[in-house]
């Protein structure tokens, strides 16, 4: 085949297959770029460049024969030199064919088994993409006579397709002109990106709200986060779970050709379904109570996660360990934790329950002042990390017969004026001057100590018992306290003082970082009741109700500040004395 006469063919298919080979190696570098994503950057690169590399070579080692065997003077041994590097390229290449393949179809399984956070999502989302377009894009097999052009206007037409039945077009949702964080969101590639100028949702109907939480074109984390902790002052959580039974089961047009279809189910339907199972995962961790056994919400789940199992089993599989595990034993943040040896107890053995006699008499005094504030403090920061965030937006403490959409809320004020009650009556019930002074010092040495402690609850409780007119009538009493205590209640006078909105005690608690630390509970409470007079639940002069979403983002932002109060345990030891 290489006599003189076809080595001028030989040059001309040779080159066909160089110019093959580097945009096969092209493709390849695009397909191992988006399927790998999910891969450490360090050894997607490594993958990618020896994909390169082995092609390069066999390259120049084709086009060294064919130059050799297109000479006027080549040997009889440059014809077969030319049909081994023609073959060791066609292996190079569909060895790496098949290994990007391989890499694909790995990835297409790890689809399946979605059970991260949204990024990840993303990234097993593009992959899919790439396979089922990337290396077929350039097939005659469809028969199509669409340009890729047309095909996308028309895929853009029909997306609208991909949303409930009662709602309007996703782009009904309502807009702020100011851009949010950065979201990511589909680019023009075949990638995922961030975009810094993210819309930001000011209002739209509840439906609206579900259709873009799992919109298939945007990624938007922090309206997730935000609607996910405030829908249920909008919404019940049977209506929402509905909502997203719908969204799961969204269908193409009838009208689609094959390759259409094809290029609904990558790019629309799937990422719907995982913003689904996203919204789920998050919604079963967070709002545990919303499905315990026996309710009605919790059935619907169970026959709904039967669906899922036929199209992501192992999706299903996930949310059902998340349902068993948060509903039995409520959100991870509860089973946090300390880490080191909490400090010793300072509480004298014989007053614990486990060694005190039926004729002990414990006297609260006994025990050390900063025992008491550390005892103190581990009961306000348990009552503290049971409250929900359906609590917080109930609004129920603020009128009577209302406290049991509150409960946690309720027994933590219940507490601090019990403390409160509890100061006044063991200062009132001495009846020696000297007695009360000395009891007086005691409590404001535990205050202290609650400080010291970041316990601003005890803070408030003990200074507001102190504070009493009952206590404060007690002239004798307070003169016989040293000036180094006095200096001292003064200072936590001023840290409790209502003086500019509580300035000095938000811009103590606002420095706090990473640390235990148990607020006063009240001052979030009425940011909460301020939010609410001041930003109404619905936007005005709308034919529907347009749920008011900046005031939800603004709720969810004292949300987030008590959950970061929650999320880090106090490293002491409980003592019983009862």
């Not at 040059?11 to 397909?31: I, W």
């Not at 690169?45 to 080549?74: F, N, Q, Y």
């Amino acid at each position: 085949m290489c006599g003189s006469d076809s080595r001028e063919s030989y040059g001309e298919v040779v080159q066909q297959m160089v110019v093959a080979a580097a945009r096969l190696s092209q493709e390849v570098g695009m397909l191992e770029e988006d399927v790998l994503v999910d891969q450490s950057r360090r050894k997607r690169e490594r993958d990618s460049e020896k994909s390169r590399a082995d092609i390069e070579a066999a390259v120049r080692t084709t086009r060294l024969a064919c130059h050799m065997a297109s000479g006027p003077t080549a040997p009889s041994s440059a014809a077969s030199k030319l049909m081994t590097a023609a073959n060791t390229l066609k292996e190079t290449c569909s060895r790496t064919v098949a290994s990007a393949l391989r890499t694909a179809g790995q990835h297409r399984r790890a689809l399946e088994q979605a059970q991260r956070m949204e990024q990840e999502f993303v990234s097993l989302m593009t992959g899919q993409r790439s396979v089922d377009g990337s290396l077929a894009a350039d097939s005659d097999d469809c028969g199509e006579e669409e340009t890729e052009g047309e095909e996308s206007t028309r895929m853009r037409r029909y997306s609208s397709s991909a949303k409930l039945t009662a709602d309007v077009n996703p782009t009904g949702v309502l807009f702020a002109e100011k851009p949010a964080s950065p979201s990511v969101r589909r680019g023009s590639q075949s990638s995922w990106s961030l975009v810094k100028e993210a819309p930001v949702v000011s209002g739209a109907t509840a439906q609206q709200l579900v259709t873009w939480l799992t919109y298939h074109r945007a990624i938007d984390a922090e309206f997730a986060d935000t609607f996910l902790l405030t829908f249920s002052s909008f919404m019940t959580s049977e209506q929402l779970l509905t909502s997203l039974i719908s969204r799961f089961s969204v269908t193409p047009p009838h009208q689609l050709s094959k390759r259409e279809r094809e290029a609904f189910l990558t790019d629309i339907l799937i990422p719907i379904r995982l913003r689904v199972v996203h919204g789920l995962q998050v919604w079963i961790a967070g709002s545990y109570d919303d499905f315990k056994e026996g309710n009605s919400t919790r059935s619907l789940l169970n026959k709904f996660l039967n669906t899922v199992e036929s199209f992501l089993p192992a999706c299903s599989q996930q949310l059902r360990r998340t349902l068993a595990t948060n509903v039995k034993s409520g959100p991870s943040h509860l089973h946090a934790s300390p880490t080191g040896k909490p400090p010793s107890s300072l509480i004298p053995p014989d007053l614990t329950s486990s060694h005190a006699s039926s004729h002990t008499s414990f006297d609260l005094l006994d025990v050390n002042s900063l025992e008491l504030a550390r005892q103190l403090t581990l009961t306000f920061s348990y009552i503290l990390r049971q409250i929900r965030p359906c609590e917080l937006l109930s609004l129920g403490w603020r009128e009577e017969g209302t406290a049991g959409l509150c409960p946690n809320i309720s027994l933590f004020q219940f507490m601090s004026r019990k403390m409160s009650g509890l100061v006044g009556r063991e200062v009132v019930r001495e009846t020696v001057d000297e007695d009360r002074a000395s009891v007086i010092s005691y409590f404001v040495e535990t205050a202290k100590s609650c400080r010291e402690l970041k316990n601003f609850a005890g803070v408030f409780a003990i200074t507001d018992g102190l504070s009493q007119s009952s206590v404060g009538e007690q002239d004798q009493a307070w003169q016989l306290v040293t000036d180094h205590l006095l200096r001292v209640y003064r200072d936590l006078q001023a840290l409790v003082s209502p003086d500019n909105s509580y300035h000095r005690y938000r811009h103590d608690t606002r420095v706090i970082h990473q640390s235990p630390i148990v607020p006063h509970l009240s001052i979030l409470l009425s940011d909460m009741e301020e939010i609410d007079k001041t930003l109404t639940d619905y936007l005005p002069h709308s034919p529907e109700k347009v749920v008011n979403f900046s005031k939800r983002r603004v709720q969810a932002g004292l949300v987030r500040q008590l959950q970061r109060w929650q999320s880090t345990p106090y490293n002491l030891t409980p003592v019983d004395v009862s």
